[in-house]
């Protein structure tokens, strides 16, 4: 019935915005139930670490019985040997109450894995997707192209190429359909772990590719070819990475580059979107790139990328040929919306018209309007330790809206077709208790960043 529903729709939809709402609506689902089991997997970690230290205390009681009951026989004292006797019982019951909960947390575990696995496997399903990649000092640094499962031999589709964030992995986020529980914990945070963003990313990769679209996840490497941000120093000098042999620069280029050469993309409908750390990238191509930018790429993403106190110049802006579109959460705790207003307060300063930009703004949403689930809102370690309790304060249903809302946006762009238009005074608008919290925020840590 639900895939009857999602074929009607499909023919319906003839409008590029009813087509990719539709998609987003679909994919909501997955994210809610992506958001479920992250809540269970929390929740049985939680269970675990209860059941561990019950486990320890009956453990430390057994062990008082034992050295009463070897006191009691010193003393002869049978009143003492009957209370260690009863100690020793019920330290017994407890530890074998939380071995129970331990295997139950396992059973779980186990279980909570296995329905990841399978919403993943859903999805990727659903697309094709191919290994890409180019060549460093370090060795080969690999990206993954995924693009509709059923396509003309001759078709070609047009291309979203996102850049991740800080600390975070292009390659890693679907390269396997299997979901760890680890992953699950770590999804979408707590943060600067290995592969934090692979499971609730894929609904935002699912709703585009089943647009019509392709989604190339580009990254970079580090000196040390990782990707740990404390290793890339001088981020707007782009500098010559020693360990892989390439600028950050040069590997994104080189990355847009292979992929334009896939006979199933289009090369003249290429959006290149970078996201946090990779916004920042993006305002460097800004800055620095306008003429690789004006000959490779259709339109140009900075999402959640700058910073108030982290404008460069950019002098070659006036010679832009293609729009930028600016995609800002109001409610984003890490890299803050006095950012983006930042960026546009430059451009008008500059010169650069409201017609050759459009903002993208999301009532409240956090750091990634993309994966809809809320985790901690921030990547400064200090800022989430604080404000924790406060953050995801949207509602589920609050947040699916701006997720549809997003993958419009982007389907828009890549299919020429309508999307969202905010007026900066959109930035602005935010809940109460989210305008007080960004308020405190920007005081006491002007210029955050990813």
Not at 149 to 170: M, R, W, Y
Not at 267 to 280: A, C, M, N, Q
Not at 328 to 333: E, H, I, M, R, V
Not at 347 to 374: M, N
């Amino acid at each position: 019935m639900k895939e009857n529903i999602r074929k009607f729709w499909f023919a319906v939809c003839s409008v590029v915005v009813l087509h990719s709402q539709c998609f987003a609506a679909e994919y909501t689902e997955y994210s809610m139930e992506i958001e479920n089991i992250i809540a269970e997997a929390k929740a049985n970690s939680d269970a675990k670490r209860a059941a561990e230290a019950d486990a320890k205390a009956a453990e430390r009681r057994a062990e008082k019985a034992a050295t009463m009951t070897a006191e009691a026989a010193v003393e002869g004292s049978e009143r003492a040997a009957k209370m260690a006797a009863e100690i020793r019982a019920a330290a017994a019951k407890e530890i074998e109450t939380a071995e129970r909960k331990k295997r139950l947390v396992e059973d779980t575990k186990k279980a909570l894995s296995e329905r990841a696995s399978d919403v993943c496997q859903c999805i990727v399903n659903k697309m094709n997707f191919a290994t890409l990649s180019i060549d460093g000092n370090h060795g080969k640094l690999e990206f993954f192209l995924y693009y509709p499962a059923k396509i003309d031999p001759n078709q070609t589709f047009p291309c979203l190429v996102f850049l991740h964030g800080g600390n975070e992995s292009g390659p890693l986020m679907i390269s396997r359909p299997e979901c760890s529980y680890e992953q699950l914990l770590n999804a979408p945070g707590p943060l600067w772990m290995d592969n934090h963003i692979t499971f609730p990313m894929l609904p935002m990769i699912g709703a585009i590719v089943s647009s019509n679209c392709a989604v190339a996840s580009i990254t970079f490497r580090s000196e040390d070819g990782g990707l740990d941000m404390n290793k890339l120093n001088e981020k707007y000098e782009m500098q010559t990475v020693p360990g892989f042999g390439k600028s950050i620069k040069e590997q994104i280029k080189e990355q847009v580059a292979v992929l334009k050469q896939q006979p199933i993309i289009n090369p003249g409908k290429i959006f290149l979107v970078g996201h946090s750390f990779g916004g920042e990238m993006m305002i460097h191509f800004l800055a620095n790139e306008v003429k690789w930018l004006n000959d490779n790429v259709a339109a140009i993403g900075v999402y959640a990328g700058p910073t108030e106190d982290g404008i460069p110049a950019m002098a070659q802006l006036s010679a832009l040929t293609k729009k930028v579109h600016l995609f800002q959460g109001t409610g984003d705790f890490t890299v803050m919306p006095c950012g983006t207003k930042a960026l546009i307060e430059y451009f008008e300063r500059s010169g650069f018209s409201r017609t050759r930009w459009q903002l993208h703004a999301y009532k409240d949403s956090s750091h990634s309007v993309h994966r809809i689930t809320p985790g901690l809102n921030g990547a400064n370690r200090e800022v989430n330790v604080e404000n924790a309790s406060k953050m995801g304060t949207q509602t589920k249903a609050e947040r699916c809206a701006n997720f549809g809302k997003f993958i419009n946006d982007i389907c828009g762009v890549l299919l020429d077709g309508p999307t969202s238009n905010s007026e900066v005074k959109e930035l602005d608008i935010c809940t109460e208790a989210v305008g007080q919290q960004l308020a405190k925020l920007r005081e006491k840590y002007s210029g955050i960043t990813q």
